[in-house]
């Protein structure tokens, strides 16, 4: 059955709202192929503005494996601003994708990854406007939903409004998602939706909230979690991609329309991280470290420009500076493009790791892509507690190198709400700022240099060493960034300098909340929504008054409040709303972490030292795979219709 395009009911609301330019699709890269040709049909979804969630690396990888296959069919759909879902509601516009603006709710499956608990609101709105129902258990012949990213790690909070959940990499998971759908359908759907999701639950990677029941103490802590079948697994593990040399995507990356965050072809050089910074989930969940190659890199990077036309590459990973190659990567990739108007970018830069031979070709072609570095924290106290083994000495030598060598502004990533932090931690942020201009003055001989200090709250994340930790209220993190705005400014020559920018303490608890949440939260999210929550990660669009009044009105049914799942510190023998799930890091590890960074104690990198028995490797049967391969990034022969224009 062919199913039609909505665009003749959208076309003429477009006129009507802001950016219309964003749901019309017919980018460079997209696809679009027949309905009836594909055996199984995916809408992924990243769950916020397209400006936002087009640029995003996994949804296009992801989009890409899927529609290399002649049997599948892959389309994207975004949030849909406000002002287009009024419109929508009143005209019977359903949820639609960029692509062939096709109805979301026509798909077999209907994938959403998540960077950040702050898209649930925007998933039901997707869900709503789709006529798919809020609740699993009410679907019959609707998509299914699955959750992917980083957030999936603990989907427990949307538990209701989910089928399934994918935890890890994806690329091989929705490949065997596709075949596993591709032959039930193929047998005639037998058993229906439950059978379905039976089968992707038994692949023990996969997975499935309704099969499992949650039990709770009179307290209102978790007794257990446990299945409530036979045939599925007590414990779901995470995927992890090996040789990623295998998995070059993308390969034909799609160019926006509209303006969007990020424009720029962005090749991943290694996946996970072993630093061991105890506030990071993401280096957490992704371990092991996973190199991909130099050739493999040069090879991407001349495919995607040629392909494109972008003018700039951002090499990407968690840590970009400690790939073991990065030096000669740099500089081949800088040789093989000079005379042209492309850049290199490390968005992810290490203080400890950038040096002066990363300075100067990241700067060839004369364009100074912005440097961030991330110390993190103020103090050396705080920096050994959080594990961030970065020294004011390494930090000062590394901004005057990035001044000398032509930039006039850095930018300085702090957190604040850190555990055991006090106010001097905080306020020490002042004198680094101060000190990293002197010194860019006394090396450069000129006032005219910057830096910005960024501050962002912390929130405790799952499989993580402070997974148990509590949370600053928002009041002492406020109280905290008004002592620092005060101590930059003290010197009003220096404080000139001096950007400052932060998220205050209210976005952080309610994203506290929604990390660490069980399934009782679902019913918070539900009743935010139909308040009026939508796009939460916006701060012109979050209300905290919103979150506190519906935490008020539904917690207390469950004996329980905002502050139960926020400020209160757990203890040792607590069941966690995520422990059946498996990020491959064992608990007990995590746990004395814990107790180390509380101590004090630095952790080393485990790619240069012996084993610190995290658990990964063997619980998922993988291994480090780093370099160096021995081989220099030999400079390719730039192909005549590459489309980059050169210089002047």
């Not at 979301?104 to 702050?118: H, K, P």
């Not at 699993?136 to 992917?148: E, K, Q, Y």
């Amino acid at each position: 059955m062919t199913v039609t395009s909505v665009f003749p009911q959208l076309e003429h609301l477009l006129p009507q709202v802001s950016k219309p330019i964003q749901y019309v699709g017919g980018e460079l890269g997209a696809v679009v192929k027949p309905w009836e040709a594909a055996a199984v049909r995916w809408v992924l979804m990243y769950p916020d503005a397209y400006e936002v969630g087009q640029p995003n690396q996994g949804v296009q990888i992801l989009y890409e494996v899927l529609n290399e296959r002649d049997d599948v069919l892959a389309e994207r759909t975004y949030a849909v601003w406000p002002d287009l879902e009024e419109l929508m509601r009143t005209h019977g516009v359903p949820q639609f994708t960029v692509d062939s603006h096709r109805p979301v709710g026509a798909f077999d499956l209907f994938g959403i990854s998540f960077a950040t608990e702050l898209g649930y609101t925007n998933l039901l709105t997707a869900l709503d406007l789709a006529g798919i129902p809020f609740s699993s258990a009410d679907r019959t012949d609707h998509p299914l939903v699955i959750a992917g990213g980083h957030a999936a790690f603990n989907p427990e909070p949307i538990a209701d409004f989910i089928d399934a959940a994918v935890l890890g990499d994806g690329e091989e998971a929705v490949l065997e998602i596709t075949n596993i759908v591709r032959d039930w359908k193929a047998a005639g759907s037998p058993g229906g939706r439950d059978e379905i999701l039976l089968r992707l639950a038994r692949t023990e990677s996969i997975y499935v909230p309704r099969f499992y029941d949650v039990d709770y103490l009179p307290d209102g802590r978790i007794q257990r979690i446990v299945p409530n079948r036979a045939d599925v697994p007590f414990r779901v593990h995470k995927r992890t991609t090996m040789n990623l040399d295998e998995w070059p995507y993308p390969k034909k990356p799609i160019v926006p329309l509209a303006e969007t965050v990020h424009e720029r072809y962005a090749v991943e050089i290694f996946r996970g991280c072993t630093r061991g910074c105890r506030f990071c989930q993401a280096g957490m969940i992704t371990r092991p470290v996973r190199e991909r190659s130099i050739t493999t890199v040069a090879q991407m990077v001349r495919d995607g420009l040629e392909y494109s036309g972008f003018t700039e590459v951002g090499l990407l990973s968690l840590s970009s500076a400690d790939h073991s190659e990065i030096g000669d990567m740099c500089s081949g990739l800088a040789e093989q493009y000079a005379g042209t108007n492309v850049s290199l970018s490390l968005p992810s830069t290490r203080v400890d790791a950038f040096n002066i031979t990363l300075a100067e070709e990241l700067s060839k072609n004369g364009r100074r892509t912005g440097l961030t570095f991330a110390p993190e924290g103020g103090s050396e106290r705080i920096r050994r507690v959080i594990n961030k083994m970065v020294s004011e000495e390494d930090l000062i030598r590394t901004v005057v190198t990035a001044y000398t060598n032509g930039w006039r502004q850095v930018k300085l990533y702090f957190m604040c709400g850190l555990p055991t932090e006090t106010d001097d931690d905080v306020v020490q942020i002042a004198r680094l700022a101060h000190e990293v201009i002197k010194a860019g003055r006394a090396a450069t001989g000129t006032k005219d240099i910057r830096c910005t200090v960024s501050i962002g709250g912390f929130v405790p994340k799952p499989h993580t060493p402070f997974q148990w930790a509590s949370m600053a209220s928002p009041e002492v993190i406020d109280n905290r960034l008004r002592l620092l705005k005060q101590a930059i400014n003290a010197d009003r020559s220096l404080g000139r300098a001096i950007g400052y920018r932060y998220h205050d303490g209210q976005p952080s608890l309610i994203e506290g909340l929604l990390s660490r949440g069980d399934r009782r939260v679902g019913a918070v999210i539900r009743q935010v929504w139909a308040d009026g929550g939508r796009f939460d990660g916006w701060s012109e669009h979050f209300s905290f008054d919103r979150w506190v009044n519906a935490a008020a009105s539904v917690l207390p049914d469950f004996g329980l409040d905002l502050d139960w799942y926020t400020t209160r510190e757990r203890g040792e023998a607590e069941v966690l709303p995520w422990d059946h799930l498996d990020s491959g890091l064992d608990k007990t590890w995590l746990w004395q972490d814990w107790q180390d960074s509380v101590s004090g104690y630095e952790q080393d990198d485990c790619r240069w030292t012996p084993c610190f028995d995290c658990g990964v490797c063997p619980s998922q049967d993988t291994e480090i795979q780093i370099g160096p391969t021995g081989k220099k990034l030999v400079p390719l022969t730039l192909n005549s219709t590459l489309r980059v224009p050169a210089n002047g």
